[in-house]
């Protein structure tokens, strides 16, 4: 692994927008999981910034809500966690909301050599421009470094993105901006490049030689409960798959970095990303969520602030293809989906049926599973005998389950890596572009094709119908 590097003493957090959904669920916490872990300096701080006028006892029970206390001694460091943290108003708005910012920073900084200053924009995107003009002119460190952590959605389509780093260019360098994907913080992503590079076994047969197909599943078993309004102007496929899923592919797909450092990853993502070709929609099944059977769960349609016309798509399977050396001929499944009979985020890279005659009979082909949530794990399909007194074989998975192992929150592993510095799981802007690339064609066409309408499909069920057969015929197409 890459060396470790250090958060630098001196450093301050300041998080724009605290009193938001992503602050109270993701971010206190995350904090907080690092604070049990020790991992944060002595004077680290974190400065909440909200437009509420709020007490600090109201805002250190914004961040104390959350957090479940195992244990009576993490009273202590939850109570040391909350002694870091302090709360400035941005209620005037414009520059003297963000002179009181930067008078705390300076309060903070005060009699110290260096202040390292980060500021995560827990923001509406709508804002993150003229916020950042805002920080840059008035909270800049003067002795330190001075980073911007960002959140999805960068921008809704390949020019809007584009826009959105032009507009950023004139202050900040790229080397200045770190991209949240959440995905990348999971234990299992993180661990598909060891799997990959550091295991000969896989490394050998990682080509279209040995894979017939690679299936990616992001299902989720809820709806778009209580974020209708969000939902429906994003869909499922700006909303999971231009950006988790699309790092989960370039990590699966991509070549041999010459060393883990950011720039070594992100040149190696890129690079197999501008080899797929962007998603046709006659690759794709287009789906929207309607009632559960029995009638209890909500259709899309039903959701606070989503029109009864709505052509929002709430679930997308569709077939990527990669036209390199390595991948040519492997179809790769993508699905992902909201209100289905289950959730689970999954790989399944399926190897081929072996073209050697065979002495066994009933075979099945090799099989790796990589589940990344719930219940995260490695299993590899292999033929063993039964044990009897017969010669029959079954299939059984090695099983790599991560049971008795804690895995860290995503949130927890890409604070650290912002707070240190560690730009090897932030989204570099060109790998934004790439990605953008492969979907915007197929964005633009359903936006304006009022006859484009998805399938319905009930509330629990597995997707629209006709999911099965699309697949197949794929998987027979690969076979011609
Ligand atoms: P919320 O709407 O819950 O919170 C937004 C925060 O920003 C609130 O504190 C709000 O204050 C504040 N705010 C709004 N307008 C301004 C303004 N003009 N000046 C200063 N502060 C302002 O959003 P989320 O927390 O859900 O999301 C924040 C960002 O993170 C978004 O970009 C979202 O797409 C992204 N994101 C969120 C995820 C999540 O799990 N929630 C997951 C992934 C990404 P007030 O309430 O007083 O208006
Ligand atoms: C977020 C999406 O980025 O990812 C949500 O906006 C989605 O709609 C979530 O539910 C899935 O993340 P996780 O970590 O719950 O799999």
């Known amino acids: ?28 916490p995350g904090l907080y999981g690092l604070e049990r872990k020790c991992l944060l300096p002595e004077d680290f701080q974190v400065v909440g910034f909200a437009p509420d006028q709020i007490s600090h006892e109201e805002f250190v029970n914004i961040i104390r809500s959350p957090v479940k206390l195992e244990s009576p001694r993490f009273a202590e ?5 909350c002694n870091r943290c302090s709360y400035v108003s941005g209620h005037e708005g414009g520059d003297k909301s963000f002179e009181a910012l930067k008078k705390k920073l300076d309060e903070i900084g005060h009699g110290k050599k260096e202040q390292h200053r980060l500021f995560y924009m827990a923001l509406p995107p709508s804002v993150f421009v003229p916020m950042s003009e805002q920080l840059k002119k008035h909270c800049y460190s003067e002795k330190g470094q001075t980073r911007l952590i960002i959140e999805k959605p960068f921008g809704h389509d390949l020019e809007s993105s584009r826009e959105l780093q032009r507009s950023l260019d004139p202050n900040w360098r790229e080397d200045e901006i770190f991209r949240v994907d959440h995905y990348l913080g999971k234990e299992v992503v993180n661990n598909l ?13 990682w080509n279209q030689r040995n894979i017939d197909n690679i299936q990616v599943s992001i299902l989720e078993g809820k709806g778009a409960e209580g974020r209708g309004s969000y939902f429906n102007s994003t869909g499922v496929i700006r909303d999971v798959m231009q950006n988790h899923m699309i790092q989960i592919l370039a990590l699966l797909t991509m070549e041999r970095p010459k060393s883990l450092s950011a720039d070594d990853l992100c040149d190696q993502k890129v690079r197999v990303l501008d080899w797929i070709q962007p998603i046709k929609v006659e690759d794709t099944i287009i789906g929207q969520y309607a009632k559960s ?16 016309d709505s052509r929002c ?11 390199n050396e390595r991948w040519n001929g492997v179809p790769f499944f993508l699905k992902a989906g909201k209100a289905l009979n289950e959730s689970k985020t999954e790989i ?5 049926h072996s073209a050697n005659a065979n002495i ?7 099989k790796l599973t990589i589940r990344v949530q719930p219940n995260e794990g490695v299993f590899l399909t292999v033929n063993t005998s039964v044990p009897s007194l017969t010669t029959s074989i079954e299939p059984m ?68 119908e006709g999911l099965d057969e699309f697949v197949t015929s794929y998987q027979n197409r690969s076979k011609m």
Request: net charge negative; with cysteine; charged share 30%.
């Open 360 to 366: 066994f009979k009933d075979m099945v082909p090799n």
């Open 293 to 308: 059977g029995d009638g209890e769960k909500p259709a899309f349609k039903d959701e606070e602030d989503v029109p009864d």
């Open 313 to 323: 798509a709430t679930f997308c399977a569709a077939i990527a293809h990669i036209d």
């Open 348 to 352: 399944i890279i399926q190897l081929k």
């Open 193 to 205: 490049l060891v799997l990959r590079f550091g295991n000969e076994i896989f490394g050998s047969i």
């Open 1 to 28: 692994m890459a060396p470790t590097i250090e958060i630098k003493e001196s450093t301050v957090l300041v998080i724009l927008g605290a009193s938001g959904d992503l602050a109270k669920k993701k971010l206190f």
């Open 397 to 464: 998975d090695l099983d790599l389950t991560y049971r008795d192992r804690e895995i860290p929150e995503a949130y927890e592993a890409l604070l650290l890596d912002a707070l240190r510095g560690d730009y090897s799981r932030s989204v570099r802007g060109d790998e934004l572009d790439a990605s953008w690339k492969i979907f915007t064609p197929l964005l633009h066409h359903l936006d304006e094709n009022e006859e484009e309408k998805p399938r319905e499909y009930r509330y629990g069920s597995t997707g629209p």
């Open 77 to 81: 460091q939850l109570k040391q966690f």
